[in-house]
C-alpha cells in the first residue's frame, strides 16, 4: 500500500494501479532469457570430465560462444527425488545458494542407473551483450545499479503426456495453470499489491517455485531451489511420439500425446532444481517435506474463529466486541489489533491513550479463554528514542543500501529501516524481544501477525526494497527478496517458543511465504476485496497454497477492501468455516462488520456457519496432525483423492476438506442452485447435514438456500465431531463427541482422532498424544490405538455414533469394553430412520481412548 504522506499513512480509496507493477516486458533477465530458444542450447558436454559415483553424476559443459565451464551435478536422493545443481566451475564473485530452506542436507541414494521423465534443455547464465540492463535497469523513476553484473540463470522441462500443471503460488488465479504468452509470464515476486487483480499472474505477497505435473497414472513434481525473481512460462501442445511395433522396420506408427513445457528465469543465483518423481500425490507431498518440512502443527485455538479489524479502536472497543460474541451466543477464540494498537506505529509498544491497561485488557480475554493477536511488520521507524531502533542501529542490524548506509524507506511510521533478517544474529535477537520482560504489556495469551513484509517500502519501485540494497554476508537483496518475510516469520516463532520456555507452540501468521514457510506457521491471501469475484477465486488460490505445501492458510472472510453485501458476507462465512484458516477482517475505512450487524437472520445464519465450524474441530485437528506427520494437505483439490478421474483434474469450485469432507460453497448471488461434481464411480455419498444417501455419483444439480452451502461425506470414512459448542475452543475441552460413519458400498468405513493439550509440545517431547482409529467392518464397529506410542489421559468420551448407510433395522446393539467379548457386553439405545437408513447410538459414555467394540444384529 503506498502512503497519502510521508509521516502518517492512510488506506487508498482504490485497488491496486498496476503502473506501479513491472510486466514481463519491464524484465532485463526476462528479454534476455527470451533470446535463447529451447532445444538450441549452447552448451556442450565435456565427456572426459565425467564423473560417475554410487549417487552422483558430476560433468562440466562449455558455452560455446565465450567458453565459461559450468559444473553439472545429478544426485538421486532417498524417495525417489532427483536433485539437479549446476554452477559456474570459477565464477568472479560466487552465487548465492539458498540456506535454511531445506530442513536437512538431503540423503543421497546409490543408483546404478538413473531415469527421469524430463528432457531440459540449459538456458545460458552468461548474458547477451547486446541486450540492455546489463549493468543498471531503470523503472519508471527509480534505478537498479547491478554492481556485479548480470547473472540470471534458466532451465527448461518438457513433462512428457502431461496437459495439467499446478502449483507456484500465489497468484490470483486458476488451480489448473494456464498456458503463458511472451508477456505474460508467472511472476514469482513477493510485492505488496493491495487489491490485487484477480486472473493476473503477477507476483503478489507470497512465492513458492514448486510446479506439479499430474496424469492420470503418475503425478510429478519441480522444485526450483532460488529465492530471486522467477518467472515460469508454461506450454501445453501437442506432440507427436512414435510407437514401439512389431511391424517391419521401414513401417512406424505415431500418436499424439501432450506435453507440457516449463520455462523456469531467475535472476540470479545457481540451478538448484529437485526433481519428485512421485507416483502419486501423496508420494509428492511427503517428498515435498521430506525437503522442506511439514506444516508445524498449530495450537488448537488457533482454528477456531479469529475476529479482526484494521482497526480496533482502543481497549473499550476490544471489550464490548469481546462481549458481543457472548451476547450473540458466538463462538470465538482470538480478536486482533493492528497497526493503530502502537505508539505511533512503534511495533512492541502499546498507544498511551488507547491502551493503557494491555495486561489488564488481556486478562479479561484470558478469564473468558480467549486470546489476542497484535501486528509486528518489520520496518522500524527511524527515531533515536525508540529502544529497538537505537539497539539495531548500534549493533548494525539494519539491511544497508550500496553505499553501506541504513537502507531507509518510507512505510506506515514514515521513515523507517528494516531488520536484515538474514542474519542469524539478527534474527536471534529479534526473537529476544518477545520475552515478557522486554515487550511490556505482552503475556502468554499474545500471538503474532506479521504484514507489510514482502517487504514493502512506500515509494519506491514496485512498493519494495530496492534490488541493490546489501545483506548480511555483502550479499544483495535481489539474491534474497523471496526469503525476507519467510525469516521474519521464522524469527517470531522462534521468540514465542523462547518466550514460554521451549513448551508452547507459537501462532504467526504471515502474509509473505516462501517454499518451508509452513513449518512457521499460517498464511492467508493478502488484501482482497468484498465482491463476488474474490470469494470465487478464494479457493483455487487457497488450494495451489495447500498443495505447495501450507495446509494453513486462509483469505480474509467478507473481503478486505470495502463492504460487504449480507449474502456476500454470509457465503464467505459459510466457505470460511470449511477452510483451515478462518479470520474475518476489514478495513479502516470499510463499515463495522462483526457477525452480528447485518440483520437477525443474517445473524443466525452466520452463528450457525461459525458453530459448524467448532463441532467440526475434532476432525479438523485430526487433518493438521496428518498434515505435520505425513505431509497430507488439509485442503485440497478433488485430482488429489481421485487421481484418475480426469474430470477432476480442473475442479476448483469446490474441494476436499481431508479425504472425508467435500465441500461446494455458493460462489455465485442469488444462486437456487449449484453444479456438484461427485467423483468416483465406486463411491458413496452422503448429504453431511440430512444424511441423505446419494448412489449414483457424476455432476448433481443441487438446490441451495441462504441457510447453508453443500457438503458431503464421502462413504468408507468416520468423521469425529463435538456434540455441542462452548464459547471458545478450550471451554470445549470435556464436550462429548459424536462419530458420523458413512458406509461404502461395502459397508465399510475407517476414520481416526488425533488429541493432545492443544498448547504444547508435550505430544513431541514426552509423546502425550492419543491417536485413535476407528473402524466398521462386517457389523462391528470399534476403536483402537493407532500408535501405541502416544498416552494421553482424557474424561472425554464418545456420547453418541451415526452409522450412515444401514440397509435394515437392527434387531440389537451391543457394545465390549476392551474389545472382549465376555459376556458382560452392554445393550445400547438405539433408534434407525428407514427413511434415511441411519442407525444412531445415543448414551454410550466411551472413553474416547478406550479400546471397545459395537457390535450391531
Given at each position: 500500500m503506498e502512503p497519502a504522506k510521508e509521516e502518517e499513512s492512510s488506506v487508498q480509496d482504490e485497488a491496486v494501479d498496476k503502473s506501479n507493477f513491472k510486466n514481463c516486458n519491464h524484465i532485463a533477465f526476462y528479454r534476455r532469457q527470451k533470446l535463447l530458444h529451447p532445444g538450441k542450447s549452447l552448451y556442450q558436454a565435456l565427456l572426459n570430465s565425467v564423473t560417475l559415483c554410487n549417487d552422483s553424476v558430476k560433468l562440466q559443459i562449455i558455452n560455446e560462444k565465450n567458453k565459461v565451464p559450468l559444473l553439472v551435478e545429478i544426485y538421486a536422493i532417498e524417495g525417489n527425488i532427483f536433485r539437479l545443481k549446476i554452477n559456474e566451475v570459477s565464477p568472479l564473485k560466487s552465487r548465492y545458494e539458498v540456506p535454511d530452506v531445506l530442513i536437512k542436507e538431503p540423503t543421497t541414494q546409490s543408483k546404478t542407473t538413473a531415469q527421469k521423465k524430463e528432457d531440459t534443455s540449459i538456458g545460458s547464465s552468461q548474458e547477451n551483450q547486446e541486450d540492455l540492463g546489463l549493468w543498471q535497469e531503470e523503472f519508471g523513476s527509480f534505478l537498479d545499479i547491478k554492481a556485479n553484473g548480470p547473472s540470471s540463470i534458466g532451465l527448461d522441462f518438457s513433462l512428457h503426456g502431461c496437459e495439467h500443471v499446478y502449483g507456484i503460488p500465489e497468484h490470483a488465479e486458476t488451480l489448473l495453470l494456464k498456458n503463458t504468452s511472451d508477456d505474460d509470464a508467472y511472476r514469482l515476486f513477493n510485492l505488496d499489491v493491495y487489491g490485487h487483480k484477480i486472473h493476473d499472474k503477477m507476483g503478489i505477497y507470497g512465492s513458492v517455485p514448486f510446479l506439479l505435473a499430474h496424469k492420470p497414472n503418475r503425478t510429478s513434481g519441480i522444485f526450483w531451489l532460488n529465492s530471486s525473481e522467477t518467472l515460469v512460462e508454461i506450454n501445453t501442445k501437442a506432440v507427436m511420439e512414435h510407437v514401439p511395433s512389431r511391424s517391419p522396420p521401414d513401417i512406424t506408427k505415431q500418436r499424439v500425446v501432450p506435453q507440457t513445457d516449463v520455462h523456469w528465469m531467475s535472476e540470479s543465483g545457481i540451478i538448484d532444481v529437485f526433481l519428485l518423481m512421485g507416483p502419486n500425490p501423496f508420494d509428492i507431498f511427503k517428498q515435498y517435506a521430506q525437503l522442506t518440512g511439514t506444516q508445524a502443527l498449530p495450537p488448537l485455538f488457533s482454528l477456531g474463529y479469529h475476529q479482526c479489524r484494521w482497526n480496533y479502536e482502543d481497549e473499550q472497543d476490544v471489550k464490548t466486541v469481546d462481549a458481543g460474541f457472548d451476547e450473540h451466543d458466538i463462538p470465538y477464540d482470538v480478536i486482533w489489533l493492528d497497526i493503530?494498537?502502537?505508539?505511533?506505529?512503534?511495533?512492541?509498544?502499546?498507544?498511551?491513550?488507547?491502551?493503557?491497561?494491555?495486561?489488564?485488557?488481556?486478562?479479561l480475554l484470558m478469564r473468558k479463554k480467549r486470546k489476542l493477536v497484535v501486528i509486528i511488520d518489520p520496518h522500524i521507524k527511524v527515531d533515536p528514542m525508540y529502544t529497538l531502533y537505537s539497539q539495531a542501529k548500534k549493533k548494525g542490524y539494519f539491511v544497508k543500501n550500496r553505499t553501506g548506509q541504513d537502507f531507509e524507506g518510507i512505510c506506515w511510521p514514515g521513515s523507517s529501516s528494516y531488520l536484515d533478517f538474514t542474519n542469524p544474529e539478527v534474527r536471534e535477537w529479534y526473537a529476544d524481544q518477545f520475552a515478557f520482560k522486554s515487550y511490556k504489556g505482552s503475556t502468554d495469551i499474545l500471538f503474532v501477525w506479521n504484514d507489510m513484509n514482502e517487504p514493502s517500502v512506500f515509494k519506491a519501485a514496485e512498493l519494495t526494497m530496492q534490488r541493490d540494497a546489501v545483506h548480511h554476508g555483502n550479499w544483495e537483496h535481489r539474491e534474497v527478496h523471496n526469503l525476507y518475510g519467510f525469516y521474519q516469520q521464522m524469527a517470531t516463532a522462534e521468540g514465542l517458543i523462547k518466550r514460554s520456555g521451549g513448551q508452547k507452540r507459537p501462532f504467526v501468521l504471515t502474509r509473505s511465504f516462501f517454499a518451508g514457510s509452513q513449518k512457521y506457521g499460517a498464511v492467508w491471501t493478502g488484501d482482497n476485496v468484498a465482491e463476488w469475484?474474490?470469494?470465487?477465486?478464494?479457493?483455487?488460490?487457497?488450494?495451489?497454497?495447500?498443495?505447495?505445501?501450507?495446509?494453513?492458510?486462509?483469505?480474509?472472510?467478507?473481503?478486505?477492501?470495502?463492504?460487504?453485501?449480507?449474502?456476500?458476507?454470509?457465503?464467505w462465512y459459510q466457505a470460511g468455516a470449511y477452510q483451515p484458516f478462518f479470520r474475518g477482517h476489514a478495513n479502516i475505512e470499510s463499515k463495522r462488520c462483526e457477525p452480528w450487524l447485518f440483520g437477525d437472520d443474517n445473524t443466525r445464519i452466520i452463528r450457525e456457519a461459525i458453530r459448524e465450524r467448532y463441532t467440526l474441530l475434532p476432525y479438523l485437528y485430526s487433518l493438521f496432525y496428518r498434515a505435520h506427520t505425513?505431509?497430507?494437505?488439509?485442503?485440497?483439490?478433488?485430482?488429489?483423492?481421485?487421481?484418475?478421474?480426469?474430470?477432476?483434474?480442473?475442479?476448483?469450485d469446490e474441494y476436499m476438506l481431508g479425504n472425508a469432507l467435500l465441500v461446494h460453497p455458493v460462489i455465485e448471488q442469488e444462486a437456487t442452485t449449484v453444479n456438484v461434481l461427485l467423483p468416483g464411480s465406486d463411491e458413496v455419498w452422503y448429504d453431511f447435514r440430512r444424511f441423505r444417501r446419494l448412489d449414483y455419483p457424476g455432476t448433481l444439480k443441487i438446490p441451495v438456500t441462504l441457510e447453508s452451502i453443500p457438503v458431503f461425506q464421502r462413504g468408507g470414512c468416520v468423521v469425529p465431531l463435538k456434540t455441542t459448542v462452548g464459547r471458545s475452543t478450550e471451554w470445549m475441552t470435556d464436550i462429548s463427541y459424536e462419530l458420523r460413519v458413512a458406509l461404502d458400498s461395502k459397508d465399510f468405513a475407517v476414520g481416526e482422532l488425533y488429541l493432545d493439550d492443544g498448547h504444547s509440545f508435550q505430544y513431541l517431547h514426552k509423546k502425550q498424544f492419543l491417536h485413535r482409529k476407528f473402524t466398521f467392518h462386517k457389523n462391528v464397529f470399534s476403536s483402537s490405538c493407532a500408535d501405541e506410542i502416544g498416552q494421553y489421559h482424557t474424561k472425554c468420551v464418545v456420547e453418541r455414533v451415526l452409522i450412515l448407510g444401514v440397509q435394515k433395522q437392527p434387531t440389537s446393539v451391543t457394545v465390549s469394553l476392551h474389545g472382549k467379548r465376555d459376556g458382560k457386553d452392554k445393550e445400547v439405545v438405539f433408534t434407525y430412520d428407514a427413511k434415511s437408513s441411519m442407525l444412531t447410538l445415543e448414551k454410550l459414555l466411551l472413553n474416547v481412548g478406550a479400546d471397545w467394540e459395537i457390535h450391531i444384529k
Open positions: 493503530e494498537h502502537t505508539e505511533g506505529k512503534r511495533y512492541f509498544t502499546w498507544d498511551k491513550k488507547k491502551f493503557q491497561h494491555p495486561r489488564r485488557m488481556q486478562e469475484s474474490y470469494l470465487k477465486i478464494s479457493i483455487p488460490m487457497l488450494l495451489t497454497i495447500s498443495i505447495a505445501g501450507i495446509s494453513f492458510c486462509g483469505a480474509d472472510v467478507g473481503g478486505f477492501i470495502g463492504d460487504p453485501e449480507p449474502e456476500l458476507l454470509v457465503r505425513t505431509a497430507e494437505p488439509v485442503m485440497r483439490p478433488l485430482w488429489v483423492e481421485f487421481p484418475k478421474e480426469q474430470e477432476t483434474f480442473g475442479v476448483e
